[in-house]
């Protein structure tokens, strides 16, 4: 991806280097609950909140930080592409929100490496949570660690370990689609409907809410075309298929159990990517109305 003239957006916080360790320590999870986290490990929520809703878990611990860190822009280049990423994330919703009558507030990023020590307001921040966005503190949180476990643990695409791989814009252009969310009032209404339904009903209420972020993820890419390369697209659908719900099941528990899923499959998070890609219309994400996702 052509990124190195795109402006860089102002709202990160690059606090790597202040956490400890992310892997290796922590609670012992048993299989139902491990797959749910690997499943909000990439392009989801706090997987932490998936786990409220699915089995009554604490969501406790961590510290609620909500003002920005002035922490500086990031110098390497993994930290630049990442703010860069943003700021083009905010100029494309900025002028889709202003088009529409509404004024886009932006999200912050935060990178960290391990752990954040400070927290989110949805609690402790680690690798173990991979990329997420909490909606209470409208934060998206990215260990850029995580994209080299894309490769090894879950057959990602190889290049996404570099800092220009559109995987990588992938998994941020998503997290913001989660913002969007928030900001259009999406998130709260599928979350009112989840506390009246059945478990079952509630990982597929999930899969739609998460598959719309895959789409708004598509319109934003929609804006991007200028700056493609050949087989950018390619890595992008590449890093969602690797983490569909029937692939990470496969791979954790030899099975698929299509009504556990809480992301959606392989081929689902394609083509809602591939829908919102194709006309850039945000309107063409309407994945609560839509019959057959």
Known sequence: MKWRDGRRSVNVEDVRGRGGSGFGGGAKLGIGSLVVVVAGYFLGVDPRLLMGLLGGADLGGGTTQVGPRETGQPQDEAGAYAATILGLTEDVWGELFQSAGRQYVAPRLVLFSGQDP?????????AATGPFYCPPDQKVYVDLDFFRELVTRFGGPDDATQAGSFAQAYVIAHEVGHHVQTLTGVSDQIRQMQSRASENEGNALQVRMELQADCFAGV??????????????????????????????????GRVVPESFTH????QRQRWFRAGFANGKPGDCDTLKAREL
Not at 118 to 126: E, H, K
Not at 264 to 267: E, H, L
């Open 264 to 267: 959606g499959s392989a081929a």
């Open 118 to 126: 400070d927290g989110s307001a949805c609690g402790t921040v680690s």
């Open 220 to 253: 934003w890419a929609h804006y991007q075309q200028d700056r493609l390369d050949a087989g950018d697209i390619d890595s992008a659908l590449g890093a969602a298929a690797a983490v569909g719900d029937d692939m990470i099941q496969k791979k954790m528990q």
